[in-house]
């Protein structure tokens, strides 16, 4: 098993409170060999409860000469962690799992003590053999005492919340600017501040300096009690909707918390707001259509691209879009609403279909009024048969909250309407029944539907050299810059009507948005091997590899050579790259060229063995993976 190749998979998370966790985003997850002399069976067996620690400098640098691997965790807490390689080759054997919290970009201030690092557990992972990868899963989400206890240690405190409606049918309250503050003697002091999502959740960091100052700060720093006395006041469009007085902050459950308080807060003074009485397109996957100061790596910058600049996300396949249309007008009760999306693309100055380093820069005509579809405003395409809208709740005969999910499909003229949508749904005893629709029967997903962006951007031919891009024999070859694939970028309007009047309700806009579906150039090859692919390399000192990779949003590349026991030519000084704005704003590959001193690997000190080339990249597609070529040979 010592040749297989091994990747940990898995997802990690912190608890707040029963109601409340939150991804690890950012964090780096480190594997480490056991320490000599331990116990290792016995650590691989206990529970994480037991094997939780919180280490200190000198235990994390203890440890440092036993790193394996290590991997950033991404915006959901998932992570995907290769192993092997290194000074000695990873087998399969047990390994310790810590998180390194210094590389998360923490919503709100930064916390005063960053660079915490803890240990979860140790892990025999069982392997599941496929396609020549052992694949291991490792799913966790720390305790709300861990994960608090480790907020304590960074210097963090947190508020997670959820602001609905009082009255029933108990809804949430979307858009609002929840602001906590803390009771003080001399003066009130300001926690913090978040904006509720379309669920009503939101989450507030803070630090011990927005509750420790004084009218004589920064003199002098003074809180009575160990932690705040928390109330809160609560606005929407700009009005208060929920104000709670002061003293609201000394009573059980708000005085003196700790570094976690998950608190539910409620208001019916919410006049034409909720949900079902308003339209609102709030996001793209996970990005918000609208930019929340308090979520900077959840919006979209002014190109389209998603994320900080660093991530700059793509999208491609299909995208989901997430809101809500009423079922009704509220204006007219018993009037249905209908919604739709239309699309337009971003041009070039001087027109044409766009260069490779270019990004469009016009932006399309302003669409018709009221909007209608033209030359360059289209009804936007979506995926059919995907994820449901939402669930009609029936009666089958046997269960009384059985459900069945309504996926409706669009009108000739794009538009979606909810209410009255029949759908048949079967029965306990066999057969089915036709329901429609109504408020009373129905709960949505929160999906308005998918952008099927491969049609989108069907609408240009594909640049890929057809003639040669899939030849491993051109590798080294460079594109020329009409085979180049550019940037595609567009606009997005949200539409919603009366479906009776036909009378325009509510429209929303993303100015901006990139999508992509470009297949990546890849040719990986060893100059030596070009005659004869099985040949042994044979009293040869050097070898020449050469490539040619690319592609319009490409994240990072790197060339490897690789045995049975680990990585023999590491990158650098192998070919590699990565997008690193402004520096490579435009960044998409490269090509070695043809065989010569450049890409020559000085293999005289490699031994006698079976080794592989390996090109491993990535793009930045949201939720994507790396992928690879590999050329083997033997050196004899």
Sequence with gaps: ?????????????????????????????????????????????????????????????????????????????????????????????????????????????????????????????????REGLAVAVFDYCLSARYWCGVLARLGLWVICGRLTTCSKPILPIASAVVKAFDVDWLQTDALGSATTDADGHFTIYYTRAQFDRTIFSPLINLEWTGGPDVYFRVEAAGAPILVEPPSKGRTPGRENVGHCLCVKLCTD???????????????????????????????????????????????????????????????????????????????????????AGAMPTVPPAAPPSPLAPNATWKIMPTVNGSMPLGDIYYNDGLNPLASVPVRPTPDV?????????????????????????????????????????????????????????????????ALTPAEKEPIRRYRIIFEVRDATTNTAMFTDTLDSIVLDNSPSVALLNISELMANACNPIMGLTEIHALFTLDHPHLRSFSITIDNNNGNVHPAPPMPNGAFNPPLNYFFRGGASGA??????????????????????????????????????????
């Design 413 to 477: 003229d794009g538009f979606v309407t909810l209410a009255g949508f029949g759908v048949n749904a079967p029965l306990s005893g066999g057969g089915t029944v036709l329901l429609n629709v109504a408020t009373a029967n129905f709960l949505r997903s929160g999906l308005l539907g998918y952008l099927d962006s491969a049609t989108v951007t069907s609408a240009h031919l594909p640049r890929f050299p057809t003639a040669w891009g899939n030849d491993k024999l051109q590798a080294g070859r």
């Design 595 to 636: 065989a010569g001193p450049t890409n020559a690997v000085d293999i005289s000190a490699d031994p006698v063995c079976a080794y592989s080339l390996n090109m491993s990249w990535s793009t930045r597609h949201y939720v994507t993976g790396t992928q690879s070529r590999q050329v083997l040979y033997c050196k004899e």
């Design 1 to 129: 098993m010592a040749s297989t190749k091994f990747e940990l998979l898995g997802r990690l998370c912190g608890y707040f409170c029963d109601e409340c966790q939150t991804p690890l985003a950012g964090a780096t997850l480190r594997l480490y060999r056991p320490a000599p002399g331990g116990n290792t069976t016995a650590m691989a067996v206990a529970h994480p409860k037991e094997t939780f620690a919180i280490l200190s400098d000198e235990q994390v640098a203890e440890k440092k000469s036993r790193l394996i691997a290590e991997a950033v965790i991404g915006d959901d807490g998932s992570f995907r962690v290769p192993l092997g390689g290194g000074q000695e080759a990873y087998a399969g054997e047990a390994f310790e799992i810590d998180v390194h919290c210094g590389t998360m970009p923490f919503k709100g201030p930064k916390p005063p003590h960053p660079n915490v690092q803890f240990s979860i557990t140790t892990l025999q992972p069982m392997w599941r053999q």
């Design 269 to 355: 003074d919410v006049p034409n707001t909720t949900p079902e009485a308003d339209p609102h397109w709030t996001r793209v996957e996970a990005f918000n259509v609208h930019p929340s100061i308090f979520d900077p790596a959840l919006n979209f910058l002014p190109e389209g691209y998603a994320g900080l600049p660093s991530q700059s996300y793509v999208f491609g396949g299909g995208v989901a879009l997430f809101g809500n249309c009423p079922l009704f007008n509220a204006a007219a009760p018993t009037h249905p609403l209908k919604f739709r999306f239309l699309i337009a693309e971003w041009t070039w100055s001087g027109g044409g279909d766009g260069t």
